[in-house]
């Protein structure tokens, strides 16, 4: 079933850490599409700023100051959509920290603080947005191509994988609800990108490219997609396939022999496919991902790693 892009108007969207970045670039991109947006984030002067560009544009917006990891901030979130709007039928869960360096490095209060704010603040905005959706709506999770495994990205990563169960799981539990879960995975160079130096510097283009994704999502066009998880980095479009059981094998018995055979021999092709990483290295992860380059001239489909 194919819906139809009814630019979102009179709709009322939630997006946390829509104060700068990709969050602000989804915030506005939905405003102009017609939604009344909620700009949340940590950073309460960016969130205002963000609405005035908003309202100096002609759409409606309110701010809403608010850390995610706290207690009871999925509640606040809706709390303030219902109280500017009266409904909330979007939700882009956008906010998180990236973390980055080698994990053994990392220090426990960085881990407890990206755990918190990554995985904690991700479910509880989610399942308070998913009970606020009376009539149904659609809800937008943040994750990352670093969950395929990435250097200097392990905790992110770890977060992200979380985020990816998060939808996968959701979908399942939300099906015939009128209440749609997607994913995206986006490829932009944002402040958190530029925490990364010089490894950062091949993460797309502007956040502006990637906000038609979030936008088609919220929208009843995307009505075919619940579960589903995009990759999107302005140009090129890719939908990742949910991890899965490629080949398994039987016996009688079983003991580390046989289970050493089994990995050297009918397995053995199966062994490089499920590297770590594999996904961004050349020649690996064919069956992974399919993306589908879009020109004037027409449209043709490859599916390689990415």
């Not at 479910?123 to 670093?146: E, K, L, P």
């Not at 250097?151 to 799981?169: E, F, I, P, R, S």
């Amino acid at each position: 079933m194919v819906g139809t892009l009814d630019e979102l108007g009179g709709r009322s969207v939630a997006i946390t850490g829509a104060g700068s970045g990709l969050g602000r670039a989804y915030a506005l991109a939905a405003s102009r599409a017609g939604a009344r947006v909620l700009v949340a984030d940590i950073d309460e002067h960016a969130a205002e700023k963000v609405v005035e560009e908003i309202v100096a544009g002609g759409g409606d917006a309110v701010a809403l100051a608010v850390d995610i990891s706290t207690v009871g901030a999925g509640a606040r979130i809706v709390d303030a959509a219902l109280a500017a709007y009266g409904r909330l039928d979007g939700f882009v869960a956008n906010a998180g920290l990236l973390s980055p360096g080698p994990l053994l490095a990392q220090s426990a209060s960085t881990i407890r603080r990206t755990l918190s704010v990554n995985i904690d603040g991700t479910i509880d905005t989610v399942v308070a947005a998913a009970r606020a959706m009376r009539a149904g709506g659609s809800i937008v999770v943040i994750v990352s191509g670093s969950l395929l495994g990435s250097a200097d990205l392990a905790l992110y990563g770890t977060t992200k994988a979380a985020a990816l169960g998060l939808v996968y799981g959701l979908a399942v539990e939300l099906e015939g609800t009128g209440i749609r879960i997607t994913g995206l995975a986006p490829r932009a160079r944002t402040g958190l990108s530029g925490q990364m130096g010089t490894a950062g510097e091949d993460k797309g283009g502007a956040p502006e490219g990637v906000a038609p994704a979030v936008t088609y999502l919220l929208s009843d066009a995307s009505v075919a997609l619940h579960g589903h998880v995009l990759r999107f980095d302005g140009e090129r479009l890719a939908l990742f396939r949910p991890p899965h059981i490629a080949r398994d094998l039987a016996a009688e018995r079983w003991d580390a022999a046989t289970v050493a055979a089994a990995i050297a021999g009918p397995l053995r092709d199966e062994v490089d496919a499920a590297l770590p990483g594999v996904a961004r290295r050349a020649g690996g992860g064919a069956d992974d991902v399919l993306h589908v380059d879009t020109a004037l001239s027409g449209t043709s489909s490859s599916a390689e790693g990415g």
